[in-house]
């Protein structure tokens, strides 16, 4: 039993990781600038299918932790995606038994709803903190990230189910 949970844990830890190299890698530098608001919150993505999928293994915690360190991976202010994933972990497990009974796409609703709040959440830190414009663009990231949840949820649930 405890092996199982701890190959469950480092698929999860796989898997975060996974999403901080898909954050990290960079455009052609043939792409417009404007369509880096287009990449999906893969890291949010892959922490809100673990919250849904395995509430007792992730929460709220985990969810700061796994914030701080891609505050320190992205080079953002400390406690800047802490403070997103920890409201996205609130979020999603105040409702998570009804959240998993929902249909995909309407997941991927509310999983739009729930990134954009964080998203203009964002915008509101970055105007306070670094006292400097940010494109609205940015508000267009959850709606490519509502639009790939379903790939993501797909994918990780299949190896979760036949790995864990």
């Known amino acids: 039993m405890a092996e199982a949970r701890f190959q469950g844990l480092g698929f999860i830890l796989i898997t975060v990781v996974l999403g901080l190299v898909l954050g990290l890698i960079p455009l052609p530098m043939s792409v417009p600038a404007e369509l880096n608001y287009l990449r999906p919150d893969w890291l949010g993505?892959?922490?809100?299918?673990?919250?849904?999928a395995t509430p007792e293994q992730m929460g709220v915690v985990a969810a700061f932790w796994i914030g701080l360190v891609a505050d320190i991976v992205f080079g953002a202010p400390f406690g800047f995606h802490g403070l997103n994933y920890v409201l996205l972990a609130a979020l999603v497990l105040s409702s998570y038994q009804q959240l998993r009974m929902l249909e995909i796409w309407q997941q991927a609703?509310?999983?739009?709803?729930?990134?954009?709040?964080?998203?203009?959440?964002?915008?509101?830190?970055v105007g306070v903190l670094d006292d400097r414009d940010q494109s609205w663009l940015i508000l267009l990231r959850p709606l490519t990230s509502a639009l790939v949840w379903p790939w993501v949820f797909l994918l990780l649930r299949a190896y979760r189910r036949r790995y864990v």
């Open 45 to 52: 993505l892959i922490l809100a299918y673990w919250l849904l």
């Open 109 to 125: 609703l509310l999983i739009l709803f729930a990134l954009e709040l964080l998203t203009v959440l964002q915008l509101v830190m």
